[in-house]
């Protein structure tokens, strides 16, 4: 059987994605820092026959990642996804709320760049030997649209450090292609369950599944027919 690792999986899109796959016969690993919630999301996950693990660590603490994500692949095998899309429950007790383009500082984009780059790198790293080694599997990094495809000066340090991770994925495509792992960005311009039907996890979920079987693009730009930009 094969293996999904969702790192920042949660009651939103992370379950979304994680439902779509499993339906395919993927083995599910969560990533996500609430042990008592991964815990529910398991329970979840199984009442539709959804083999699934949560193990809990925090992206910015990157032994604790390398940790969770070795232990998935104790307990499932080597990943065959990885699905990178961390959200802070409260950007502003985590230290990371949006600084404009004006007065961005160093101070408050450093927070950004070990939450999005650095944790991205470390995920990776712990998954993608293994693909290399086998010649296939994939790799999906989601941000918010911010980080290329739209302009938007509020969010100037979040789309910083996530504009950083989005230009090392679409490098990383290009390496691997020819290796036989694919990586992707997928830039959403949504919030998630607030808006239209595209705007809905289950819809979302459906573009990573899509990308998956056509390994068609080095980015997807996801954009929510009710948002105007």
Excluded at 54 to 69: I, K, Q
């Amino acid at each position: 059987m094969r293996t999904i690792a969702i790192v920042g999986a949660g009651p939103g899109l992370g379950r979304s994605i994680a439902r779509r796959f499993g339906a395919e016969g993927f083995r599910v690993a969560l990533v996500s820092r609430n042990q008592n919630k991964l815990d529910r999301l398991v329970d979840d996950l199984a009442a539709d026959g959804i083999q699934a693990q949560g193990f809990a660590a925090d992206v910015t603490d990157r032994a604790a990642l390398a940790g969770a994500l070795s232990a998935a692949k104790d307990r499932f095998g080597p990943i065959d996804v990885l699905e990178y899309s961390p959200a802070p429950p409260d950007a502003q007790t985590a230290g990371l709320a949006p600084v404009d383009a004006v007065n961005l500082t160093v101070e408050s984009v450093a927070p950004q760049i070990e939450y999005y780059l650095y944790g991205a790198i470390t995920a990776v790293r712990q998954v993608l030997p293994d693909m290399l080694a086998r010649g296939e599997g994939a790799i999906f990094v989601s941000t918010g649209a911010s980080s290329g495809p739209v302009i938007h000066p509020p969010f100037a340090n979040i789309a910083a450090a996530s504009g950083a991770l989005r230009n090392w994925i679409l490098n990383l495509h290009a390496a691997l292609a020819p290796q036989g792992v694919y990586a992707a960005h997928v830039a959403i311009a949504a919030w998630i369950g607030q808006g239209g039907p595209k705007s809905q996890p289950d819809a979302i979920a459906e573009t990573y599944w899509e990308l998956h079987e056509s390994r068609s693009d080095a980015e997807r730009f996801y954009l929510d027919e009710e948002i105007s930009l």
